[in-house]
């Protein structure tokens, strides 16, 4: 799904740039209220699974293509829409800068494709409908399998309008579309089902990260509650993220994703869609330790961004010095 520089124009770039900037600035805000003690090591862990976990990418049978998961709705169901926005972006801007999976120009247009429309939309209004406060793992697939096909469905025709609106290419519009849906509604069944998978194993060993409404996280302003059996958690994510940084050049499919099937199917050229800056300091992750390196480089990302958050949160919090004013009695 990422979008390649090859496919986007400086301006549909600065337009989807500043859309991408003016959500970021709100997702900040939000977060800044939050309270949850445990937000910003899950954050980071979770931006680090995710980067880890969108190395994978598994093989459609019969079409010769592939995918890999976003991790958007899985995020948001873990953190909250805005805190899952801020992470998945961190995830795209490292992919960007270090591993040149997505290019700058192209950078706001993945953003909106791809973090905003699972966070911002999938998730609030088809996932949370669905699932409610449940935790029963029935519910829960339900809910992840229909946010996720949504979530590839609507980023998949975004990536379609802005490549026509751009004008770069001479793909028609409407054959585009008859590849680019189909495909990415079978990635978004796949991603579905290991989003719902993954969110059932952390309702059967720690429900309430399930649940973000503001009554729930009021009762846990104390941190005592957020704290408890919060570790194992966060370790398992980190080992899945180790295993799969490490083996992704061993399970991962060599099949050209969604985007690039799509392209070649309409133009008869996928590489129009993956163009590598000859600049990229570890181009399409061809390091081994590059799954480690990227999810590092998240976490540090996210851990920055959110402790400045945070810590501006604090001092305008703060309470001001009072004066203190003795008034002379007059007798």
Known sequence: MHMADALVSPPVAIASGVVAAALLAVASRQVRKDTRPSLIPLMGVLGAFVFAAQMINFSIPGTGSSGHIIGGVLVAALVGPWAAFLTICSVLIIQCLVFADGGMLALGCNMI??????????YPFIYKPIARKSTKPWRLMLASVAACMVALEVGAFLVTVETEASGITALP???FLL????IHLVIGLGEGLATGAVLSFVAASRPDLLISDKDYVGNLK????AKKRLWPVLAAFCVVAIILGISYTWIASGDPDGLEWSIARVAGDAEMGSITPPTAIMPEYQNSFSGIVGATMVIILLWALTSLIVRHNDRRHRPATQKIVVKNDKH
Request: aromatic share 4%; glycine share 4%.
């Open 173 to 175: 519009m409407s054959t």
């Open 113 to 122: 494709n791809m973090a905003a429309v699972s966070t911002l939309l999938a």
């Open 222 to 225: 104390s941190g005592k509650q």
């Open 179 to 182: 590849f680019m849906l189909p």
